[in-house]
T-cell receptor, first 112, second 116 residues
Framework: SQKIEQNSEALNIQEGKTATLTCNYT??????LQWYRQDPGRGPVFLLL?????KEKRKERLKVTFDTTLKQSLFHITASQPADSATYLC???????????FGSGTRLSIRP | GAGVSQSPRYKVAKRGQDVALRCDPI?????LFWYQQALGQGPEFLTY????????KSGLPSDRFFAERPEGSVSTLKIQRTQQEDSAVYLC??????????????FGSGTRLTVV
């Protein structure tokens, strides 16, 4: 079955630096890869989606890359701020008609 | 409504009790999903509806779990004879298009179920 791996340990970054989160998967590459943000006591919030034929996608201070050869996606937050502190979830979709499969998430802390 | 609404926000059930969790999706959204999230883990898929049709229930952990969406809007997740291992946050999400893979989901805040 498909396995998704995200940094299991929390990531602590100094404010203003770039935070980079990793998502690795096994087996087949998904048609789409999504990133979500989740705050304590809240549901995940959709951030970005990247398709298998796209290498990179940007949205404001966020950048996502997708390498189907390495079976990896990187999620970058530039000029990080304490308000960016949250858990970030990687999610895979294998076809437009299938369910989304989530990783376990990486907890990011941005210190002032 | 403006977002996905779930109720109750918190539920404490005695082992063996039946519970019903409600989800009000965004008005007009065709697709509705239920996920289960254990502490420190990512959401795990339970079931998917397209309008009133339950198209995928492969993630329901046992026959004690049952979901319905009779009129294609509000959905209820029912857990019969609750067990301690059912303790988790139950998340509901909806998506506008029928084909949901290339759109993000909108999640509710979840129902935290604690079985004692």
């Amino acid at each position: 079955s498909q396995k998704i791996e995200q940094n299991s340990e929390a990531l602590n970054i100094q404010e203003g630096k770039t935070a980079t989160l990793t998502c690795n998967y096994t087996n087949y590459s998904p048609a789409y890869l999504q990133w979500y943000r989740q705050d304590p006591g809240r549901g995940p919030v959709f951030l970005l989606l990247i398709r298998e034929n796209e290498k990179e996608k940007r949205k404001e201070r966020l950048k996502v890359t997708f390498d189907t050869t390495l079976k990896q996606s990187l999620f970058h937050i530039t000029a990080s701020q304490p308000a960016d502190s949250a858990t970030y979830l990687c999610a895979l979709v294998y076809s437009s008609a299938s369910k989304i499969i989530f990783g376990s998430g990486t907890r990011l802390s941005i210190r002032p | 409504g403006a977002g996905v609404s779930q109720s109750p926000r918190y539920k404490v059930a005695k082992r063996g009790q039946d519970v019903a969790l409600r989800c009000d999706p965004i008005s007009g959204h065709v697709s509705l999903f239920w996920y289960q999230q254990a502490l420190g883990q990512g959401p795990e898929f339970l079931t998917y509806f397209q309008n009133e049709a339950q198209l995928d229930k492969s993630g329901l952990p046992s026959d004690r779990f049952f979901a319905e969406r009779p009129e294609g809007s509000v959905s209820t997740l029912k857990i019969q004879r609750t067990q301690q291992e059912d303790s988790a946050v139950y998340l509901c999400a909806s998506s506008g298009p029928a084909r949901q893979g290339n759109y993000g989901y909108t999640f509710g805040s979840g129902t935290r179920l604690t079985v004692v």
